[in-house]
């Protein structure tokens, strides 16, 4: 290094630094030593012999614990209201058979529109029930039931109350094609009998129950009790004999009129000494041959005629209703007859308007 200038580099000539003298000449070298001999490697040990693997114990399987008990099933939920179903679209195939006549009443005459014959109609699985039932009376002269004929000036059943014929007629039709009573005198009556036992009214073209399913109850006309009635003469005139028809029909198709005795004996306890005794009774005719016809009209308007025509109705006595019954001088029954009894209501007629039946779903 320069002394002046501190540079490695200068050669002293910019700095004019002091010159240097000649090098001498370089020493030799000394001989390297030769490397030592390298001593043979050991010899490796045997390996040492290897153990005998121990034998594997058995392994025994436990005992299968008990299966735990079963909890109790969790309480159903209730069942939701199901919703109302719309009505069937045109396109739909639901059932309607159109009226058909019941079965059990072939002693209508052709001709008798003004009071149609009982029909029976089934739409999907309801079946309806229409027209009037009329309990035959038997035809003497031809045996069978009396054939019925209503129409304009023309009621065939009208005079068969001893009045033109030697024979009174007040007891029903008994034989095949006629109504059958039950036994023991018990207030009923069932239609279309074959003589023995009463059959199905509904025709196959309305309920074929193979097919169609059973009926699953017995049903009763929702009006209740039902008025019957009976057209008869009095002479110069005419009147109606009146009684009280509950009307059925049960899973056989058997078409049934209970009488107002039928009820009036409990299941528990009655006899005939039951029989007659509810106020129904003053709507059930109970009459005397050669007996004058009662009168009801209306005090105020009939106290003028009231020799020719009597009355229900007189003046209040202290705010008391007389209750005093009337009767007509000129008009009587042609026969008795107790409408209460089944055995007495030949002639009579009622409407089934309103009953129907289900059949199962």
């Given at each position: 290094?320069?002394?002046?200038?501190?540079?490695?580099?200068?050669?002293?000539?910019?700095?004019?630094?002091?010159?240097?003298?000649?090098?001498?000449?370089?020493?030799?070298?000394?001989?390297?030593?030769?490397?030592?001999?390298?001593?043979?490697?050991?010899i490796q040990g045997v390996q040492g012999i290897?153990?005998?693997?121990?034998?594997?114990?058995?392994?025994?399987?436990?005992?299968?614990?008990?299966?735990?008990?079963?909890?109790?099933?969790?309480?159903?939920?209730?069942?939701?209201?199901?919703?109302?179903?719309?009505?069937?679209?045109?396109?739909?195939?639901?059932?309607?058979?159109?009226?058909?006549?019941?079965?059990?009443?072939?002693?209508?005459?052709?001709?008798?529109?003004?009071?149609?014959?009982?029909?029976?109609?089934?739409?999907?699985?309801?079946?309806?029930?229409?027209?009037?039932?009329?309990?035959?009376?038997?035809?003497?002269?031809?045996?069978?039931?009396?054939?019925?004929?209503?129409?304009?000036?023309?009621?065939?059943?009208?005079?068969?109350?001893?009045?033109?014929?030697?024979?009174?007629?007040?007891?029903?039709?008994?034989?095949?094609?006629?109504?059958?009573?039950?036994?023991?005198?018990?207030?009923?009556?069932?239609?279309?009998?074959?003589?023995?036992?009463?059959?199905?009214?509904?025709?196959?073209?309305?309920?074929?129950?193979?097919?169609?399913?059973?009926?699953?109850?017995?049903?009763?006309?929702?009006?209740?009790?039902?008025?019957?009635?009976?057209?008869?003469?009095?002479?110069?005139?005419?009147?109606?004999?009146?009684?009280?028809?509950?009307?059925?029909?049960?899973?056989?198709?058997?078409?049934?009129?209970?009488?107002?005795?039928?009820?009036?004996?409990?299941?528990?306890?009655?006899?005939?000494?039951?029989?007659?005794?509810?106020?129904?009774?003053?709507?059930?005719?109970?009459?005397?041959?050669?007996?004058?016809?009662?009168?009801?009209?209306?005090?105020?308007?009939?106290?003028?005629?009231?020799?020719?025509?009597?009355?229900?109705?007189?003046?209040?006595?202290?705010?008391?209703?007389?209750?005093?019954?009337?009767?007509?001088?000129?008009?009587?029954?042609?026969?008795?007859?107790?409408?209460?009894?089944?055995?007495?209501?030949?002639?009579?007629?009622?409407?089934?308007?309103?009953?129907?039946?289900?059949?199962?779903?």
């Amino acid at each position: 290094m320069c002394t002046k200038c501190k540079d490695n580099t200068c050669n002293g000539s910019h700095c004019k630094a002091l010159p240097i003298g000649l090098r001498g000449p370089r020493g030799y070298d000394g001989l390297q030593g030769k490397q030592g001999i390298n001593g043979p490697q050991g010899i490796q040990g045997v390996q040492g012999i290897q153990g005998i693997q121990g034998i594997q114990g058995p392994s025994i399987q436990g005992t299968k614990g008990t299966q735990g008990i079963q909890g109790n099933p969790g309480t159903s939920g209730a069942l939701g209201t199901q919703g109302i179903q719309g009505p069937q679209g045109p396109s739909g195939s639901l059932v309607d058979t159109g009226w058909h006549d019941l079965l059990g009443f072939d002693h209508y005459a052709v001709g008798s529109g003004y009071l149609p014959k009982p029909k029976a109609r089934r739409i999907g699985k309801i079946i309806y029930f229409k027209g009037v039932a009329m309990i035959p009376l038997e035809d003497l002269s031809k045996g069978g039931a009396l054939e019925w004929k209503y129409g304009s000036n023309i009621d065939t059943y009208y005079f068969y109350d001893g009045t033109n014929n030697p024979v009174l007629q007040k007891a029903p039709f008994t034989g095949p094609g006629g109504v059958w009573l039950q036994p023991g005198n018990n207030g009923s009556l069932r239609f279309n009998s074959d003589g023995i036992n009463p059959q199905n009214v509904i025709p196959t073209a309305v309920w074929n129950q193979p097919v169609d399913g059973n009926i699953d109850d017995v049903y009763v006309n929702p009006a209740g009790w039902k008025i019957g009635q009976r057209s008869i003469s009095t002479g110069s005139n005419s009147t109606l004999l009146t009684t009280m028809f509950s009307v059925t029909i049960n899973e056989q198709g058997l078409l049934t009129f209970g009488l107002v005795k039928d009820s009036e004996e409990s299941v528990e306890q009655g006899g005939d000494n039951a029989y007659h005794t509810s106020p129904l009774n003053f709507l059930i005719s109970n009459v005397v041959a050669n007996q004058s016809t009662p009168v009801f009209t209306n005090y105020a308007t009939d106290a003028p005629n009231a020799k020719i025509h009597s009355r229900l109705l007189s003046a209040p006595i202290v705010n008391l209703q007389n209750l005093q019954q009337f009767y007509s001088t000129s008009e009587k029954f042609k026969f008795s007859c107790n409408a209460g009894n089944e055995e007495e209501v030949g002639g009579f007629q009622v409407r089934l308007d309103g009953l129907m039946a289900f059949l199962e779903a």
